[in-house]
């Protein structure tokens, strides 16, 4: 990829690198430069822009962040839509997320334009959280560069999510003398609320209570 200042004789099909404002119009960074976009250019008085031109072997940003995030993502994985070369990877259910650091460390090392970045390992999620965002940094990505990338991943997800299975739960409390009246049911309200969290299911409580024994007479 060429970037820099261009001459608007060489900037038709260059990406605008900076958001430009003319007298009637406005030029988002990322435009693709038509002839439209270059005469209105001229008319504002233009000579140049700052823009990047895509060489033999260039992968768009988009594209290349759509390739990338094929080869990553998982079951139970949902992403969005390839946008300014970012795409979102999304939980579709409750779990554990498990990343494999090293597996994304040599994705990330491999070019500069292709970046990875995961919740930490072990994280617990909730359904349509973000867990991991595939960027592509410049305008375009070395084809060779996507290429390796997709094959290094052909088999070796880096990130995966193992979701929450829904286990039955027993609680065994024991009331101590002088505990406050009220202590032992929010203790209850609290556990079963962690445990619907984990898709779990606390069972209903006996209602019969029972002190400890008192300790033995010496």
Do not use: Q
């Not at 139970?76 to 999304?90: D, E, F, H, P, Q």
């Amino acid at each position: 990829m060429i970037f820099g200042p261009t001459p608007l004789d060489e900037a038709r099909g260059a990406i605008l690198a900076h958001t430009t404002r003319l007298p009637n119009a406005v030029l988002k960074k990322g435009t693709v430069l038509d002839a439209g976009a270059i005469a209105a250019l001229r008319a504002a008085g233009h000579r140049e822009v700052v823009a990047a031109r895509l060489e033999p072997g260039d992968v768009p940003e988009d594209e290349a962040a759509d390739r990338l995030a094929n080869a990553v993502i998982g079951p139970l994985l949902s992403r969005t839509r390839a946008a300014t070369g970012r795409v979102n990877l999304l939980a579709e259910t409750a779990g554990l997320l498990r990343v494999n650091a090293a597996c994304v460390d040599r994705l990330n090392a491999l070019d500069e334009s292709l970046t990875v970045a995961t919740l930490p390992d072990h994280s617990p999620v909730a359904a349509r959280d973000m867990v991991a965002t595939i960027k592509v940094i410049p305008f375009a990505a070395p084809g060779n560069a996507l290429s390796v990338a997709e094959a290094m991943l052909r088999g070796s997800a880096p990130i995966a999510l193992h979701p929450y299975r829904s286990l039955k739960v027993g609680l065994v409390a024991t009331e101590l003398p002088g505990m406050k009246p009220g202590v032992m049911d929010k203790g209850i309200e609290v556990t079963r609320e962690r445990i619907e969290a984990l898709a779990g299911i606390l069972l209903p409580p006996n209602a019969r209570r029972t002190r400890p024994p008192p300790p033995p007479r010496r």
